[in-house]
């Protein structure tokens, strides 16, 4: 196969697993918070009187799902825009298998 075409490969494959990065990320924090807001007023609707203590718990673990999809998304970004490593690892095995 020629280099330009492999690298090609590379590159889609990479938009594709970026695409699935970001929205498989969004689906499960999605889920996440629907499951989280459902469980937190069938806390409160059982036990009124703990609804402060719940609410501070239900936002301490949004924050921790929402830095899940955060990460995910930022990762996603990066082999969108930043510089492809995996295209940078066929080129330099090219340089190598070139020069020998």
């Not at 020629?2 to 690298?7: C, K, T």
């Not at 937190?40 to 609804?51: K, M």
Request: aromatic share 8%; proline share 3%; glycine share 12%.
């Amino acid at each position: 196969m020629e280099i330009a075409s492999v690298i090609g490969q590379v590159q889609g494959l990479s938009v594709i697993a970026a695409g699935l990065l970001i929205s498989l990320a969004a689906l499960g924090t999605a889920i996440g918070f629907g499951l989280l807001g459902g469980k937190f007023l069938e806390g409160v609707a059982r036990q009124p009187e703990l609804g402060p203590m719940l609410m501070v718990r239900m936002f301490i673990v949004a924050g921790l799902v929402d830095a899940f999809a955060a990460i995910s998304i930022v990762m996603g970004l990066l082999l969108f825009f930043a510089e492809n490593p995996f295209a940078r690892a066929v080129i330099n095995l090219t340089k190598t298998t070139a020069g020998a």
